[in-house]
């Protein structure tokens, strides 16, 4: 049925409201079983977020600094460069000023928020009753600030929640760090140049300095004891290590505390690439991190990174050359509008476990924050212009569906991380005699 302009509209709403439907399903499961879960271990960076929203005057003070000389001018033109087509990420400079520069630019941040993608997944899955252990080396007041209160830290003598300590209670070796800063763009905000004002809604992340790991000692200690009762080990933040090499016995230390988590008989770990300095960088960190995963996840703009351009057209061919070359069990790309497995698994199981992230992460897109009940926004679409599923060689099958998007989110910073979050809390939920899950079997 098509109305007058010829458009498709009771059939898009028709399955709009489907999918909602599906989602809505799945939001009461999650509810009712995520204070069950048993604990995922999210590593191994935090940071604290200083978010800016960028308004006209705000974009309009960047786009003036772009020809000025040094770090300022090199630093303003390339996220003036990004906005422009849409592109957000992460722009890392060695630039102990850089920190104060933004302040003075760009005034106070509008919210001061927890960083790092593990304690962000911790965070989504905190607000739900679900556990999770994070290593915190950093214990500055700083940083526990922005903790979520129930996120549990290894201590000297045990485990206790983030909310009962204070720095003192730090194994040695943190170094407090930089704060990154967070600009978050809305599509259709007025910008110089731009007649339509900015074409997509994203955010870009400044970080001044190598960040490094999170090396708690005390949660290497306790890490074979954690992973005998958690279901899944995330593994990120590896981009803050050194491009040159440099900080081995990080390296070594992250590596020897994977292969515990193996060895204790840890059911998944999860790899999250995020963006590097270079696309050398990242490959390298593919390189010497995928090999100790299970799974691994990276947004459509890192597999095009890794893959060539070619990869947006052909993200399935792309994700399976890639779980192909590490011998990976499961590769995952989230884009806007969908989220793809290509994987060894059970078709069922990765579906739900990708509409359990894209849920956590399309609640966030509509609050700002990770929500406590998580819904399908009721203005989110649906696309179905999206990878097909089916086999596709090498034992490896390709499951897609589409996320809720919104347009014009809450906020950014933070949802790939939300749906990692979901993505690992999904081991814990899925009940093989439920089968069918909130996702039928059989063709779309």
């Known amino acids: 049925m098509t109305s007058r302009t010829g458009l498709s509209v009771p059939r898009v709403v028709a399955r709009d409201e489907l999918w909602a439907e599906r989602y809505r399903a799945l939001a009461d499961r999650v509810r009712s079983r995520a204070r069950q879960a048993a604990p995922v271990l999210a590593g191994f960076s935090a940071c604290v977020d200083h978010v800016r929203r960028m308004g006209p005057e705000r974009i309009a003070a960047l786009a003036a600094q772009a020809t000025a000389p040094g770090p300022a001018g090199e630093v303003a033109a390339e996220v003036i460069g990004r906005i422009r087509h849409g ?107 731009l007649p339509g004002g900015l074409p997509r809604s994203s955010r870009i992340i400044l970080r001044f300095m190598d960040d490094g790991i999170e090396r708690d000692e005390w949660f290497a200690a306790r890490s074979r004891e954690l992973a005998r009762t958690a279901v899944a080990g995330l593994l990120s933040g590896m981009n803050g290590l050194p491009e040159d090499g440099t900080g081995p016995a990080d390296r070594a230390w992250l590596t020897e505390v994977a292969r515990t988590w193996r060895d204790a008989g840890l059911p998944l770990i999860h790899l999250e690439l995020a963006e590097f300095t270079s696309v050398r960088a990242l490959r390298a960190g593919c390189d010497e991190y995928a090999p100790l995963a299970d799974s691994v996840g990276m947004s459509l703009s890192e597999l095009a990174v890794l893959a060539g351009p070619s990869a ?27 989220v793809l497995a290509v994987h060894r698994g059970d078709p069922t199981e990765q579906r739900t476990a990708l509409m359990t992230g894209s849920l956590l992460a399309a609640a966030r897109a509509a609050r700002g924050v ?22 596709v060689g090498e034992g490896l099958r390709a499951d897609c569906v ?19 979050g979901g993505l690992l809390l999904a081991r814990s939920l899925h009940d093989r005699a439920d089968h069918n899950g909130p996702y039928p079997k059989g063709p779309r």
């Open 87 to 193: 592109r957000g990420g992460e722009i890392a400079m060695p630039w102990p000023g850089g920190s104060d520069w933004a302040a003075t630019l760009l005034g106070a941040p509008d919210r001061v928020q927890l960083g790092g993608t593990g304690p962000q997944a911790a965070w989504a899955l905190a607000v739900l009753g679900a556990p999770s252990v994070v290593p915190l080396a950093d214990r500055s007041a700083e940083q526990l600030a922005v903790l979520h209160p129930d996120v549990t830290l290894c201590t000297a003598a045990g485990t206790a929640p983030a909310g009962r300590l204070t720095g003192a209670d730090a194994p040695t070796g943190g170094v407090p760090k930089q704060p990154h800063s967070v600009l978050e763009f809305a599509a259709g905000t007025p910008a110089p140049g």
């Open 312 to 338: 947006r057209a052909t993200p399935v061919a792309a994700a399976a050359h890639f779980a192909t070359a590490y011998h990976l069990d499961r590769v995952c790309v989230h884009a806007d509008g969908w």
């Open 370 to 391: 990770p929500a406590a009940d998580p819904e399908p926004p009721p203005a989110a679409g649906y696309t179905e212009d999206r990878p097909a599923d089916g086999p």
């Open 402 to 420: 589409p996320a809720p998007h919104l347009s014009r989110p809450a906020a950014t910073i933070g949802l790939g991380d939300t749906f990692v």
